[in-house]
């Protein structure tokens, strides 16, 4: 389960002004921060301004506006701040259509050692706080959307992350030990604490590789909103259990891995632009056909 170390709030002093959809700055791809980055995005001196829109749950939460490479990018803080709903439905009507997200998180798979990058391809959820669907007419689409997640994630920006991880650590020798995976089951707990060793066995028994607690939704949000999504997670500790480790762990693992983790989400931003604005295989996993006329 990831750690939610004490961090800046985005924009605290001052709340982003609320726009009309209509007037708010345009981007295809967004940033979905959580602990996998922390503060490093926000005090990278990409954004430029921040905004919110108003959505079926109230206001969204604060959106920057960034910019890498001449692309430019939304970048929601740590989540949404527990804003999810909002998040995915504001990211939807502003016509994103690439996001990237991310997280830190217990290894289960015993392969999956402390500062391990791994680029998962599938979900557990057992959260039980969060709407398993975003709000009914909520969306733009007609009809009733019912998402299927196989695949969970998108494959070219899945293809993209790896890729872009790679290219980063590796001309680089003290990241010789860390590995790259790209493949991974995410296991999302309930959430509210730390997970008992029992749990983490019974996880690691149906096939969960991490445990996490925040991209488990936003894989499902990302496809019932009509967003192609992949995510990046650095392994912070050994699942419950599985190794020894301590709080004090915690703050290296996040200084040594959140500005690698900045340098591969801006590569990946420029590429997801890039990326052809056709059909891709999330967009027919997510409305189910007519059930009745009545």
């Known amino acids: 389960m990831l750690v939610l170390i004490a961090v800046r709030q985005a924009g605290a002093a001052e709340e982003a002004p609320l726009l009309p959809f209509a007037d708010a700055p345009k981007a295809r791809v967004a940033v979905v921060g959580g602990t996998f980055l922390n503060d490093a995005l926000i005090d ?7 905004f919110r829109v108003d959505t079926a749950t109230g206001p969204s939460p604060e959106i920057h506006l960034g910019e890498v490479d001449g692309v430019a990018f939304y970048y929601v803080h740590m989540h ?27 290894g289960v798979n015993v392969a999956f050692k402390t500062l391990d990058f791994v680029v998962p391809d599938d ?35 899945h293809r993209i992350l790896v890729e872009e991880t790679r290219a980063v650590i590796r001309p680089d020798r003290q990241y010789d030990a860390i590995n790259v995976h790209e493949r991974g089951v995410i296991l999302q707990a309930a959430g509210g604490r730390f997970e008992s ?43 419950e259990g599985l190794g020894e480790w301590g709080w004090d762990m915690l703050p290296a693992v996040y200084r040594r891995l959140n500005p690698v983790c900045l340098e591969v989400v801006k590569r990946a ?12 295989v999330g967009d027919g996993l997510r409305i189910h056909p007519e059930m009745s006329k009545h």
């Open 44 to 50: 990278s001196g990409l954004l430029k301004r921040s």
């Open 80 to 106: 949404g701040s527990g804003k999810f709903v909002g998040t995915w439905l504001a990211l939807h009507h502003l016509g994103v259509r690439e996001a990237i997200g991310g997280a830190t998180a217990g």
């Open 123 to 157: 979900v557990i959820d057992f959260n039980t706080d969060r709407p398993k669907m975003l709000p009914y007419g909520s969306l733009r689409d007609q009809g009733l959307v019912l998402a299927r997640l196989t695949p969970a994630v998108d494959p070219l920006l």
């Open 197 to 239: 060793a029992a749990e983490i066995r019974h996880f690691r028994s149906i096939g969960g590789d991490l445990v996490t607690m925040s991209v488990g939704t936003e894989v499902s949000y990302a496809r019932q909103a009509g967003i192609n999504y992949a995510c990046l997670v650095v392994i912070s500790n050994p699942a």
């Open 269 to 280: 931003v420029v590429r997801a632009a890039a990326l052809p604005d056709g059909e891709r």
